[in-house]
């Protein structure tokens, strides 16, 4: 049962444009989201995080949005760019507690020039 | 401050064996994840440790297990290897694992099980 769901298992952009990763969740107790970039033969990187308490947490180029009533987040780039290519994973986690990261199978992004 | 790493980077094996992967964390991180990456499951939490204990668990069958030392490496151990076996494993640290803390990941151990 994928608890963490990414729909599109790949999204291609122009270079400057936005770029929009979505992400479904179905269980209720996570309150506690984050997205992740991997490129080729690295482990994941940290990207941007948002408590279930916010709506909205921004930092730089990266936007993420949480719509807890549909059970939703999305992950804005803007203006994308030929380095953000990369899958990107979003997670979940239901606190308090210890780390147990909820991951979705992923998204490739490839921003073209 | 050197990163997480993990050894052996790529790994074969065949079925029944059994094997290990090491992981090291970042100085001063007390609490290690594993996860396991295939490409239809994404990634999968398998367990925790801190200080030495195993403080949460993935579902995993008794197969897939771990240990955690006093300076705070880790390794997992996965006896009579599957087929299904084959993917990667990635360890992530922290310092302290709690919810919010950022986990680190390290570039992973590819195991290949024939």
């Known amino acids: 049962d994928q608890q963490v769901k990414q729909n599109s298992p790949s999204l291609s952009v122009q270079e400057g444009r936005i770029s929009i990763l979505n992400c479904d969740y179905t269980n209720s107790m996570f309150d506690y989201f984050l997205w992740y970039k991997k490129y080729p033969a690295e482990g994941p990187t940290f990207l941007i995080s948002i408590s279930s308490i916010k709506d909205k947490n921004e930092d730089g180029r990266f936007t993420v949005f949480l719509n807890k009533s549909a059970k939703h987040l999305s992950l804005h780039i803007v203006p994308s760019q030929p380095g953000d290519s990369a899958v990107y994973f979003c997670?979940?986690?239901?606190?308090?507690?210890?780390?147990?990261?909820?991951f979705g199978t992923g998204t490739r992004l490839l921003v073209s020039p | 401050k050197a990163g997480v790493t993990q050894t052996p980077r790529y790994l074969i094996k065949t079925r029944g064996q059994q094997v290990t992967l090491s992981c090291s964390p970042i100085s001063g991180h007390r609490s290690v994840s594993w996860y396991q990456q295939t490409p239809g499951q994404g990634l999968q939490f398998l367990f925790e440790y801190f200080s030495e204990t195993q403080r949460n668990k993935g579902n995993f069958p008794g197969r897939f297990s771990g240990r955690q030392f006093s300076n705070s490496r880790s390794e997992m151990n996965v006896s009579t290897l599957e087929l299904g076996d084959s993917a990667l494993y990635l360890c992530a640290s922290s310092r302290a694992g709690g919810q919010e803390e950022t986990q680190y990941f390290g570039p992973g151990t590819r195991l290949l099980v024939l």
């Open positions: 997670a979940a986690s239901a606190g308090p507690g210890f780390q147990k990261l909820v």
